[in-house]
């Protein structure tokens, strides 16, 4: 047979490759096995089977061509007409020579690595083509495929003067498309970290097929077979007035060692206002993934993927003296996280302990906050932190804490202060002083009135005579003769409100 065959380990083929095109050269021997180099035999080619391999006359009369069309076992007889009894039967099995065994049904976003055994005399490996780039692309040096589209298309590899093999792909639209969460993934996603969700387009627990090498590998990176799907995310109840898509971003990828794609999730740095919100109230994400160049609607099923929105306190910092040695603080988290907090103190001198745990909703713990001695900051102002942290998902906040020392104002040196400066830091007590003079000098100018005024202003004006002095020359109130002529103890006695003076009667 020629050409001759060679592989790369120099292994044996078990059988033709398919679609190849080999010439036999039939020989006559003797019975001592050696070859006739002339006769007269005129030669006939037959096989069982024309649907398997086709069969041609050769060049000369020894020689016969097949061409191999389909997989399958074929049997070749060669006899002689003049001699009938002389005739020979060989096999010709017929196999693939491109792997790997597609057993099930090749889907949009399968990814290929497809190989063969087949070299050149040199050693060195054919080149790789597709009858339809837009269904299935391959990379014409290493053999990579992505199966882009639905479709059937044919793929060959060949040496070039020295064979050409084929494959025959059909390459159809996935039914689903299926996220699920890693085992390995860690519980819940934090800022800065990432959780990945595998992808699996179809019923196949991967998407890479074939066994595919280092080179390979790195062609399929190169190739960002990601591009093909894309991935959503929302929150699982709708319960926050902003979307997912303002904390969380959502990358497709894929990854070549478990041969699947992903979808990358990461939670961005958060506002006070969104960590507090996300701290509120619980929920998950939902995440699904999608191919947007499928023409039909598959089936999605997405994957919950909790978060932890990280911690929260309702300061943003912490003053302390020795006039008020005591502060709280709350500090919001996740349940997992609360029950193994840790706190740390940047100095001796201040120092946080448990007052309330609350693991319902929203979930917190209030720590009491205060001064280890009371002459803390009597040196100069103490800044120092309190850090709240957990061990298990490596999340922390830290809350500046100042100590300032109030000295004594009693007098002046160094434990004291003037009286003005008590007085102008106690604004309570100059308001309350202010209000206590006003209020005061209130109540006297009412006395004062009450007391000394004129008790003439006090008669009743009914009683008073309305005769003027020019009429009445009796009206005793308006002579002042008349007045000090008055008895002295009737001078000394008050005015009665119901006299009047004497008048003659007409």
């Not at 679609?19 to 005129?42: L, R």
């Not at 298990?392 to 104002?409: C, E, G, H, K, L």
Request: overall charge neutral; aromatic content about 8%.
């Amino acid at each position: 047979m020629s050409p001759v065959l060679h592989t790369q380990h120099k292994e044996a083929l078990a059988a033709l490759p398919l679609g190849m095109t080999v010439t036999f050269t039939v020989h006559f021997h003797d019975n001592s096995g050696d070859i006739f180099h002339a006769h007269n035999s005129v030669l006939n080619f037959a096989t069982n089977r024309d649907d398997f391999v086709q069969i041609g006359k050769g060049a000369v009369n020894n020689t016969c061509i097949i061409r191999t069309v389909s997989v399958g076992l074929t049997l070749l007889r060669v006899w002689d007409v003049e001699h009938p009894g002389l005739s020979d039967f060989v096999p010709l099995s017929v196999l693939q020579a491109i792997t790997p065994e597609l057993s099930g049904a090749v889907v949009v976003g399968d990814i290929l690595c497809l190989a063969s055994v087949l070299i050149s005399l040199g050693g060195i490996s054919g080149t790789w083509s597709s009858t339809a780039n837009n269904i299935l692309y391959i990379d014409p040096k290493t053999g990579v495929a992505v199966a882009r589209d639905a479709g059937s298309v044919t793929v060959y590899y060949e040496i070039a003067g020295h064979l050409k093999t084929f494959k025959e792909i059909v390459v159809s639209t996935p039914q689903k498309i299926v996220a699920r969460r890693l085992h390995s993934a860690q519980t819940s996603i934090q800022e800065a970290t990432a959780s990945r969700v595998t992808v699996s387009v179809g019923d196949k627990s991967s998407n890479l097929l074939g066994e595919c090498s280092p080179a390979q590998r790195e062609v399929i990176e190169a190739f960002h077979p990601e591009s093909l799907i894309s991935c959503q995310l929302q929150f699982k109840q709708d319960v926050f007035d902003f979307p997912a898509r303002d904390v969380f971003t959502v990358e497709p990828g894929f990854d070549a060692t478990l041969g699947q794609y992903l979808c990358s999730v990461t939670m961005h740095r958060l506002t006070d206002k969104q960590l507090k919100h996300l701290n509120m109230k619980k929920t998950s994400l939902a995440v699904t993934a999608s191919i947007p160049s499928s023409r039909t609607t598959l089936e999605k099923v997405g994957a919950e993927v909790p978060f932890s929105p990280g911690l929260y306190a309702n300061q943003a910092e912490i003053l302390l003296s020795n006039h008020y040695t005591s502060s709280e603080v709350k500090v919001f988290g996740a349940v997992e996280i609360l029950e193994n907090l840790e706190v740390k103190s940047g100095s001796p001198a201040v120092l946080a302990f448990v007052k309330e745990k609350s693991f319902g909703l929203p979930s917190f713990i209030t720590y009491t906050v205060g001064v280890s001695y009371p002459t803390a900051g009597s040196q100069g102002p103490l800044s120092t932190a309190l850090t709240f942290s957990s061990p298990a998902t490596n999340q922390a906040i830290t809350i500046p804490v100042t100590v300032a020392f109030v000295m004594d104002r009693r007098g002046p040196g160094p434990y004291g202060a003037s009286i003005l400066s008590h007085f102008l830091d106690s604004y309570q007590v100059m308001f309350f002083t202010f209000f206590a003079l006003l209020a005061g000098t209130a109540v006297t100018i009412i006395a004062y009135h009450t007391v000394c005024a004129p008790r003439e202003l006090a008669s009743p004006l009914a009683l008073t005579p309305r005769a003027s002095p020019q009429h009445s020359p009796h009206y005793l109130a308006s002579s002042p003769a008349t007045f000090n002529t008055l008895p002295p103890g009737r001078k000394a006695s008050p005015p009665s409100g119901l006299w009047s003076p004497a008048y003659a009667s007409h």
